[in-house]
């Protein structure tokens, strides 16, 4: 079985400031893919990221960024100078072998202006 | 390009009801998936199809639900009788291949039973 941890519930920052959101994945698979996707208060899931088990670079999309490390099975992701249109709800999901896709519990972020 | 297209947005029912949700997905991708989601949960997904047929149900509560994707393209998913731990939003999703793939979410019905 495979399991997606997002231990933070909720977080909340200042505009401007950096925001780390963590995401920590089980899984028996050798193969998996790691996802991260947003959930603004319309309620639509907006894809963000989708990374594969044997590419840990990290990576940078403008001001979003993700650290893929498996040694601690984590894939954290990183908001750099927060603006208010980032609050929402994200989650990570992991999907691996024959196993549907399955998501966090998800982090409520909110931006204060 | 458009994107996932669901009806209605919101509905609300009393318990024992019936009630239907409509997912049109996005043009081209094979797999549809629904999945339900509790206030304050992530997404479970609850059926997926590639194509017309189902390739896994094992988490919808058959006894009550059910759903179809007659000829490949739309898709219904309904509750009959509904009770109140239904309520929740239903999402439906596609993706162009049915594994691995990012999938591509609607809007979301918002389903109130009470």
């Known amino acids: 079985a495979q399991k997606v941890t997002q231990a933070q519930t909720e977080i909340s920052v200042v505009e401007k400031e950096d925001v780390t959101l963590d995401c920590v994945y089980e899984?028996?698979?050798?193969?998996?893919?790691l996802f991260w996707y947003k959930q603004p208060p319309s309620g639509e899931l907006v894809f963000l990221i989708r990374?594969?088990?044997?590419?840990?670079q990290n990576e940078i999309s403008g001001r979003y960024s993700w650290n893929f490390q498996k040694s601690t099975s984590s894939f954290n992701f990183t908001i750099t100078a927060s603006q208010v249109v980032d609050s929402a709800v994200y989650f990570c999901?992991?999907?691996?072998?024959?196993?549907?896709?399955?998501f966090g519990t998800g982090t409520r972020l909110t931006i204060i202006p | 390009e458009a994107g996932v297209a669901q009806s209605p947005r919101y509905k609300i029912i009393e318990k024992r009801q019936s009630v239907a949700f409509w997912c049109n997905p996005i043009?081209?991708?094979?797999?549809l998936y629904w999945y339900q989601q509790i206030l304050g949960q992530g997404p479970k997904l609850l059926i997926q199809?590639?194509?017309?047929?189902?390739?896994?149900d094992s988490q919808l509560p058959k006894d009550r639900f059910s759903a179809e994707r007659l000829k490949g393209v739309d898709s219904t998913l309904k509750i009959q009788p509904a009770k109140l731990e239904d309520s929740a939003v239903y999402l439906c999703?596609?993706?162009?291949?049915?594994?691995?793939?990012?999938?591509?979410f609607g809007p979301g019905t918002r389903l109130t039973v009470l």
């Open positions: 999703a596609s993706s162009l291949f049915p594994s691995n793939a990012e999938q591509f």
């Open positions: 899984t028996r698979d050798t193969t998996y893919y």
């Open positions: 990374r594969n088990s044997f590419d840990e």
């Open positions: 999901a992991l999907t691996s072998g024959n196993e549907k896709l399955t």
């Open positions: 043009s081209g991708h094979a797999t």
């Open positions: 199809f590639q194509n017309n047929g189902v390739v896994d």
